[in-house]
Structures are given as structure tokens and as C-alpha cells.
């Protein structure tokens, strides 16, 4: 369903992403995992159509993201880590502006948008305020509308930063359901390890702009000789504190530059 090989971002001289491959199977649930600034906020904008890369190549359901940009971003749902909800607006009225864009027919997506909010148990909240959503509330929500358009593919970039233990496990239970009855690709990244313990078939580790390590948790954990993800993450990353929002700042002034000189 995803395809990457031998993916390349650079700006300048800075190598942001340093020639990656991996591949993501339909109905898999996959992790790509980094400490913060590795990486992974540059290789989810390429694969979602956001950046070009400088070199390598991105398929999304067998369609180069570079040359079919339309057709690929169909394909696809997105939950970004910042909050991308009209507070303005009602639940329901986020869900239906959503479907439209995207071309659902009104009666398929009237009933999509039932589906979802009564799975996301968001149903008795339709046509609240979203500013009067909990921060778990609106996550459920977003979920729900990244999935309103029946994408064969559904990014999650961080999509339980911030909500307690409950929540999270309601969040992921939910999620777990649609790749199982939908047959819905996942492809989302977590600093919890235990959430990728616990849902993912396969990771991927990227530090420093390079993969270094693909597998299950069972064979990272075997291969770094640790008993929990974290463990093994921390062997495979090291200790030290990265800068916090690092490569999405860089990412930001690098993206700046280039437009000042266009």
C-alpha cells in the first residue's frame, strides 16, 4: 500500500532524510518511530504530498506521489498533530464540509458521518460546538473525519499527545476496529511506546534523518537484547535529549528560504 525506496530530503546541506526504504502492507497497522527532529515529520509530508522529495520515490497504492498528487491525496486520511477542527462549527457540520470537499455524495456521506460519530461515540455530541469538545473529544473527531472519505490509507501523526491513559486506550480500541472491519491501512507515529507495542504488526526506526532498524516489537526487542520497546527504542536511539520541535522548525525555516528565493 506504501512503498518507499531510497527516499532523500535535503535543504542546503543539510540531509533531513538520508536515503530510506520501507514498505507498509494493506491492513497493516505500521509505527515509525524517532526521537524528536529524526526525521519523521519530513518522510509523513512526502508521503501525504506536502514536500517533494530531492531524490527517491513515493508510491501510495501504486501511484508515484510526485507525479499524481490528486489521485493520491483521495487515498488517503490525515490526523496532523495540531488540532485542524473548526471550533466553530458542529460536529457534524465538520464531518459534512469534509465529505464535500472530497466529493462523498450527500446521502453516502450523511450516512458515513452516522456510522462514524455513533462509532467514535461522539453520536449525542453532533451538533455541539466543537469548542466545547474535550481535547479527547476532538481527536475522536478528527479520526472520524479522516476516515468520512473511505481512505484506503489513514496517517496518524501523534494522534494521542496530550490525553490521559483512558482516552488513549478508547482512542487505539477504536481505531484497531476499522483496520479490522475496514481493512484500513495505518500508518502513525508515537512517542508512547507501549501504544506501539501494542498496536503496531511492524516499525520502523528512524534517527538522524536514517533508518535504523524495521521489524515487530519482537524482533527489535530481541535484536537490542531488551524486555520492553522503550528499551529497545533507547538502544537503538541513545539517551541523550533532543531539542524539542527541532526538525519541524527546521523544516519551517529551510521552507521559508526557499520561497524567499523563488
Known sequence: ???????VKTYGQIEAVRDISFDVQQ??????????????????K???TLLRPTSGTVEIDGLDASKHQNE?????GIVFQDPSLDDELTAWEN???HGALYGVPRKLRHERTDMLLKLFELADRRDSFVKTFSGGMRRRLEIAR???HTPKILFLDEPTLGLDPQTRNQLWTHVQKLNQEERVTVFLTTHY???ADRVAQRIAVID???????GTSAELKQRTDTETLEQAFLALTGSSIREEGAEANRDLRNMARMWRKN
Not at 27 to 37: K, R, W
Open 72 to 76: 493520491v491525496r483521495k487515498r488517503f
Open 46 to 48: 512526502m508521503l501525504t
Open 193 to 195: 511506546m507501549e501504544e
Open 146 to 148: 479522516g476516515l468520512l
Open 95 to 97: 464531518m459534512d464540509i
Open 208 to 214: 538522524h534523518g536514517k533508518i535504523v532498524a524495521q
Open 27 to 44: 491492513g497493516e497497522i505500521f509505527a515509525f518511530l524517532g526521537p524528536n527532529g529524526a526525521g519523521k515529520t519530513t518522510t509523513i
Open 1 to 7: 500500500m506504501i512503498k518507499v525506496q531510497n527516499l
